[in-house]
């Protein structure tokens, strides 16, 4: 995807619809505080593994949704972020990635102001802006981060930048985010387990009836945090006869407003089950095409390095 983003002078200063109300919800909705603190305490004692790659074991922890994504002054003292423990590689990895995922969504929730070369007028997405700024000036972090940008970055009309930010580089995050809240609502089911291929999309409208009669149709759970960061998903647990198998929208920005913000679909389908004799993967293939990552075991990942 290609789109604008701030020229390089801005880079260098420091009524509900009724599919909306569908999703749209209170806060932090998500199961009682208590059961997923408890869930954390257990998974410490019984030394389970990080969530994100389901092997190494969890020396820290991680957040949804990515701070990265929502800057320190959309915060306040009763903020609430869902934790869940990561190994340091997956923590620390997947770093470069919240950062490119907030960029995504700043140059493309800002198109019209950054076309007609004005801040945003939204206070919430001129904080994003802000935040951008800060992780390309930072003293430690923005020579590396510039890095990131520059193979993508063109000259593009009336001296505004163009870059162009496959789903690849921004999958980390949105993967993680899936399967920690997965991990959460199975009761510690971890989803590397089930070797799933995943599926990818970005730029759902949320206020066709095919949002809402086939993802909200078929979702069970929701998080929300502040009319910033809505979730829904579905998921199938360890009892199910599938499972391993989420299906998860994430609505960035959009007030809880249908057809607002920015929204990702991902898709988790195990690897051995079958539908009617034929392997899920296959069946969803034919729906949604090639999947956006297959699976790679961990210890298939350290031979390659080697």
């Keep these: ?170 999958m980390p995050s949105l993967l993680k985010m899936a399967r920690a809240l997965y991990w959460l609502k199975t009761d510690g089911d971890v989803l590397e387990n089930h070797k799933p291929a995943w599926w990818v999309r970005s730029g759902l409208d949320t206020s066709t009836s095919h949002f809402s009669e086939h993802i909200l149709g078929k979702t069970q759970s929701s998080v929300q945090w502040r009319d910033r960061f809505i979730t829904r998903y579905n998921f199938a647990g360890p009892e199910s006869s599938v499972p391993g198998t989420l299906m998860a929208a994430f609505i960035f920005y959009s007030k809880g407003l249908a057809g607002g913000g920015y929204t990702w679909f991902v898709l988790s389908v195990p690897s051995k089950f079958e539908l009617n004799g034929e392997l899920m993967q296959k069946a969803v293939e034919r729906i949604h095409g090639s999947p956006s990552q297959r699976y790679r075991s961990i210890s298939g990942l350290h031979s390659r390095r080697k």
């Design 1 to 170: 995807m290609t789109f604008f983003c701030p020229p390089p002078s801005r880079l260098s200063r420091c009524s509900a619809s009724p599919a909306a109300s569908q999703w749209a919800c209170d806060n932090l909705c998500m199961s009682d505080v208590a059961d997923i603190q408890a869930l954390r305490k257990r998974w410490a004692e019984i030394e389970g593994p990080c969530v994100v790659c389901g092997s190494r074991p969890p020396a820290e922890k991680d957040h949804i949704p990515p701070r990265a994504l929502f800057p320190k002054a959309l915060r306040d003292p009763t903020t609430e972020f869902l934790t869940y423990p990561v190994c340091t590689r997956c923590n620390r990895g997947s770093s470069d990635s919240d950062f490119l995922l907030a960029f995504r969504l700043a140059a493309q929730l800002n198109q019209e102001n950054y076309v007609k070369g004005v801040d945003p007028a939204d206070p919430d997405l001129l904080e994003l802006d802000l935040q951008i700024t800060r992780f390309l000036t930072s003293k430690n972090e923005s020579r590396r981060r510039k890095r990131l940008l520059s193979p993508r970055v063109r000259d593009g009309v009336s001296g505004l930048g163009g870059v162009s930010l496959p789903d690849s580089l921004v």
